[in-house]
């Protein structure tokens, strides 16, 4: 019976409370592992968006992860009496006539109409930024609160299960039991840390560093988030979040000028004000080569699974890709072959 599962999950941010949050609601008995240290999922400005915009296409399986997260935080909101699910609107100040033309094209395509206002002529002339190629807006946007969401779910999986606050000790789990206690089944989701996993550390998974900063400002649009070159997301108060650089050679968590400064030239994109920053953060990406997620069974030990590699749109994923995880573990559903990390072992071992 799945009720008399007992489940140990490693790591607490965005993945690990996911999985955690599935298994509850599948009446598993869950035991977390949190180091209580988090240098992605906190450190993320949990924004959705729904395309990307180099070329103007929709995001991998939007169509699925828009419905499906909306009905997972909405849902989490009412069982932890918190709020973390919030609408943005978003407006893509165009970086080229180019670009403008690829929005132009896709916006009279039926399959895009849920993401896409049509371009107006105030759109063209928003005055609200520098626009020389005009401007758009996209719907179904969203930003997720993430201290609050953290909180608030670890606090709930707490009362439905246990919490462990310790580093993990690799030694302390033999084959599986770990620390003396027998579990059917053991989900790492360590995030950037999965290279110091001996059982998963062999799987391509980078360390994608990416700095923020918080400013104020006294001419940026406290109602939307403005987009070209970074993003800006409204905090409130006249504070905003911008963000993010993507930094591969440097996976510690120190803050940079060198970043800060790219942040701030980016920035005037946008505007031309000289902005006070207030904050400066750094965090560390588990990222992946192919984008998709990493996912699966362990090639050797059965009883060993990961959920790893959301990436930047982490937010977006972790809901529905969580759950289809939970499902392969417990009902014996097949995951979806571009998450498998079996695509990584078939390469190795053909």
Known sequence: MIENKKILVIGAGLSGISVATHLIKNKVSVTLVDNGINFSSRIAAGMINPLVFRRMTKSWRVDEFIPFLKTFYSSLEKTTNASFLFGVPIRRLFSSEQERDFWLEKEKRADFELYMHKVTKADMHYPGAKNPFGSARL?????????????????????????????????????????????????????????????????????????????????????????????????????????????????????????????????????????????????????????????????????????????????????????EFVNYLLKGDKLDPEVDINRYYRKNNP
């Not at 999986?157 to 580093?167: D, N, S």
């Open 139 to 323: 719907k179904e946007t969203y930003f997720i609160e993430v201290n609050s969401f953290l909180t608030n779910t670890k606090q709930w999986i707490k009362t439905q299960g246990e919490i462990i606050h310790e580093q993990f000790d690799y030694n302390s789990l033999v084959e599986n039991t770990y620390k003396g206690v027998l579990y059917d089944e053991i989900v790492f989701c360590l995030g950037y840390l999965n290279k110091e996993c001996p059982l998963f550390g062999e799987l391509p998974l980078d360390q994608t560093k990416g700095q923020t900063l918080t400013i104020k400002s006294l001419t940026l649009p406290e109602n939307l988030s403005l987009n070209r070159k970074c993003f800006m997301l409204p905090k409130g108060n006249q504070t905003f979040k911008i963000g993010s650089t993507y930094e591969w050679n440097d996976p510690s968590t120190h803050v940079t000028v060198e970043a800060k400064n790219e942040l701030l030239e980016n920035l005037s994109y946008i505007i031309d004000e000289t902005v006070e920053v207030l904050d400066q953060e750094a965090g560390i990406r588990p990222t992946t080569r192919d984008r998709r997620p990493l996912i699966g069974t362990h090639h050797k030990h059965k009883n060993y699974h990961i959920v790893n590699g959301l990436g930047a749109k982490g937010y977006m994923l972790a809901p529905l890709v969580s759950k």
